[in-house]
């Protein structure tokens, strides 16, 4: 069956939920789809009914989302959680799947607020039991309460392995290391923007904090880490590094690591928005104005899945998408959305000011794709080796579409989420060509796999049965999705 809304937002974190209301209080009839069951992305995950007895532990931020999440809830909002979105049609149609039941959402306008991912970079022993995202790690204890019992190593490089090593020593768990991968160089490329990033608030207060909290707790910091290994047999017994030209050995039951986030794009490409190589932040990310406008017509991006900025800015973000909604449904004049926007992108600009500082300190270098061995991991999926990677190059392909035919790479049930960015940064290390002229991975629907069985049971609009197009779907444009209309982008200004 197909229902109808005059806008629809895709996520429930801290874009998507400032969107939804920011649309809403223009008397737009909105509705929020989410893979979650309940509000707050991956971010606030759980900040409603958190299983902890005290969430201090988790930091003020984290604290800063139950308004939120209260707020939309409070709303009445419509929010269909526990549900993928497989597809989107030329004409805004939104496939759906909850409770293995498919159906469609038909949309005016959408705003796709998947949020990022992190950084999937293969090393040896990372598919070994044991061995997690330190983002994953946070989820489970938000989620659930769980934690590490008998000890933790977390490695990598961003503000991520600092907050969760932070979170957990004020959990009680012994965090038996931290091993910090940013590299000597990246401080002096930082150290310029250091100034503009004191001004941004106090992130960098904040960053100080908690290492200082860790080392009175006596956590050891080791740092000028290079290469990483996680040993074991079964299931990771022990990491290994090199710190200052020394091979060291930690025994570790867990290792967590982190190296950055980037823009969960799978959507976003499938729908054919185009997109462009931010070197600063080393990811594609969807091309779209201040408002989210996209070249898809009536398609927004808003928050992290259009760059990574933060929570905050995710939020602010959201706001300006929904702005830009009720102005384009009439709801409010282009002089209307100005006037409401402007506070919102003046305190946009001042929390991006920390960016530059951030992403230089926290680049990830370029060593690091030639330092995958050839006997790891990259597809986990379909279980493609950087060996097998850098063969399909070798035979000629230039770039993950052609090292997906070669290998298989990027055709499992992920589609490429955890090795089309691995892959594209290869291609770019063998060939020698920057990355901005490698082919962005293709990305196809459906984005969740649909049993034919569901997809039989799926009731399709008469229109759709008998070939005819919708009144807003532009001729010659199918169904599927191949041929997206396009739209100039607005102005920002």
Known sequence: MTGRTECAV????????????TVAESGVDVTVIDSAPEPGGQIYKAVGRSPLPDTSALGPDYALGRKLVAAFQESGIRHIGATDVW?????????????????????ERI???????ERPVPFEGWTLPGVMNAGAGQILVKSSGVVPSEGVVLAGLGPLVLLVAWQYIRLGVEVRAVLDLTPAANYLRAAPHLPAALLAGNYLAKGLRMQWDLRRARVPIHTG???IRALGTDAIEAVEFVTWGRT????????????????????T????????????????????????NTEINGVLVAGDARGIFGAKSAEWSGRLAGLE??????????EERDAKGAPTQKAMTRDHRVRPFLERLYAVPDHWWKDVPDAAAVCRCEEVTAGDVRAAMRAGAVGPNQVKAFTRAGMGPCQGRQCGATVASMAAQETGRPIGEIDLPRSRFPLKPIDLGTLAALELPAAELSGEASADQAPGMDVGGSKPQRALLEDAE
């Open 87 to 107: 597809m989107i049609t030329d004409d805004r149609k939104i496939a759906l799947l909850r409770n293995d039941q498919a159906s469609f959402l038909q949309a």
């Open 10 to 21: 895709i996520g429930a974190g801290p874009a998507g939920l400032a969107a939804a209301m």
């Open 325 to 334: 909604v009720a102005r384009s449904l009439g709801r409010l004049s282009r």
């Open 111 to 117: 705003i796709i607020a998947t949020g990022a991912q």
């Open 248 to 267: 060291r050995r930690i025994e570790t039951p867990v290792l967590m690591t982190h190296f950055g986030v980037i823009p969960e794009t799978a959507m």
């Open 225 to 227: 880490v290079r290469l």
């Open 269 to 292: 490409r499938a729908v054919g928005i185009r997109h462009d190589w931010d070197a600063s932040q080393q990811c594609w990310r969807p091309k779209a104005d201040i408002w989210g």
